[in-house]
C-alpha cells in the first residue's frame, strides 16, 4: 500500500538527517541541477521542503515545491514562515497536470519510484516534460532498479535497509526501513526497470537522458569514513534529462541507460 506521508510526515523529515544524504545524495543532487541562480526551479515530491529550500539559498530566482502530502506541506510552510526564503508551496499529484511555470529546471528526489506502473510513470514524466522551458533540464533521484538485492544489508551501518520482499517484478514494492532514534520507519516505493524511466522520458519528450551513480562529497567527514558498500551497491541512482533531440555527444545514450546502469553516461 503506497505510503501515507500524512502519517509520517515528522518521522520523514527526521530521516533526512542521516550522514549520507548530505554526504552523498544531496552533493550529487546539487552537483548535476548545476547552479541554480536566476532559475526558475520546481522540486517536485519535494516533501517538507528539503531540496526547494536549498535550491532557493544557493540562488534559484523562484522556487515552488509540490507534494500530494498536505502534511509535507504544511511542514514546509511551517519552516517558510519561522525562515522565510521565498519558497512556494503547492499541494498536487504529480500524475495529473500541474498549472504553473515554465521552469528552467525540474527536480524530484524520490518521485518516479512512486509509479506503481508504466502509466502512472508516463503521467509523471509528461508532467515533468509539461512544466520545463524547452531549453529546461529535469534531475531526480529514485531508488536504484539494478539495485544487488543480495547485497544490501551493509546499508545497517548507514541507518537503513532496502528490501523487496516479492523481488524484481514490475510494480512490485521496495521498502525503505530508516532507523531513527524514535524507532524504525518504514516507506514504500516501487520497482520499475530502468529500461521503463528511459521509454517514459523519451515518449515524454526528452531526447537526452544520461544516468548517473551517487558520489560522495569531497572531504566529507561527518558520515562513516568507509562509503565503500554504498558505492559498490549503490541503492540511488540519478537521472538528468533535456528536452528535445539527443544531443549527439553520445548517440548511443539512450541505450546505454539499461545496459550499464552502473556507470555515468556523459
Ligand atoms: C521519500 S519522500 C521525499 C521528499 C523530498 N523530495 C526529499 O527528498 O526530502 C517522497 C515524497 O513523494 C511524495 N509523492 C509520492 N508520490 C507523489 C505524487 N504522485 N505526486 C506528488 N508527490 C508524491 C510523497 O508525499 C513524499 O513526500
Known amino acids: 500500500m503506497a505510503t501515507d506521508y500524512d502519517a509520517i510526515a515528522e518521522d520523514y523529515r527526521r530521516a533526512k538527517a542521516q550522514p549520507w544524504r548530505e554526504a552523498i545524495e544531496a552533493f550529487t543532487l546539487m552537483e ?5 541562480a536566476g532559475l526558475a526551479v520546481a522540486d517536485l515530491a519535494c516533501g517538507e521542503g528539503y531540496y526547494t529550500r536549498r535550491l532557493r539559498r544557493a540562488g534559484a530566482a523562484r522556487a515552488l515545491g509540490v507534494d500530494r502530502s498536505s502534511a509535507m506541506i504544511e511542514l514546509a510552510r511551517a519552516e517558510e514562515a519561522a525562515r522565510p526564503l521565498g519558497v512556494e508551496y503547492a499541494v498536487g499529484d504529480c500524475t495529473e497536470p500541474i498549472a504553473a511555470g515554465p521552469f528552467d529546471l525540474v527536480v524530484a528526489a524520490y518521485l518516479l519510484n512512486y509509479a506503481r506502473d508504466r502509466a502512472e510513470l508516463a503521467a509523471m514524466c509528461r508532467g515533468v516534460a509539461r512544466l520545463l522551458k524547452p531549453t529546461g533540464r529535469f534531475i531526480a533521484v529514485d531508488t536504484n532498479p539494478d539495485l544487488d ?18 523481488g524484481a517484478e514490475e510494480g512490485a514494492p521496495i521498502h525503505w526501513t530508516f532507523h531513527l532514534e524514535s524507532g524504525p520507519l518504514r516507506v514504500e516505493n516501487y520497482h520499475l526497470p530502468a529500461e521503463a524511466r528511459l521509454e517514459a522520458l523519451r515518449d515524454a519528450g526528452f531526447g537526452s537522458v544520461r544516468r548517473h551513480d551517487p558520489r560522495v562529497a569531497p572531504g566529507d567527514g561527518a558520515g562513516p569514513a568507509d562509503w565503500g558498500p554504498f558505492r559498490a551497491n549503490p541503492p540511488i ?8 533531440p539527443p544531443d549527439g ?13 552502473g556507470g555515468d553516461m556523459v
Open 32 to 36: 548535476l541541477a548545476g547552479p541554480p
Open 149 to 166: 538485492l543480495d547485497r544490501t544489508s551493509a546499508f545497517r551501518g548507514y541507518g537503513f535497509e532496502v528490501e523487496a520482499p516479492r
Open 237 to 244: 541512482t540519478y537521472l538528468e534529462a533535456s528536452l528535445g
Open 249 to 261: 555527444r553520445k548517440p548511443s545514450a539512450l541505450g546505454i541507460l539499461g545496459l550499464n546502469p
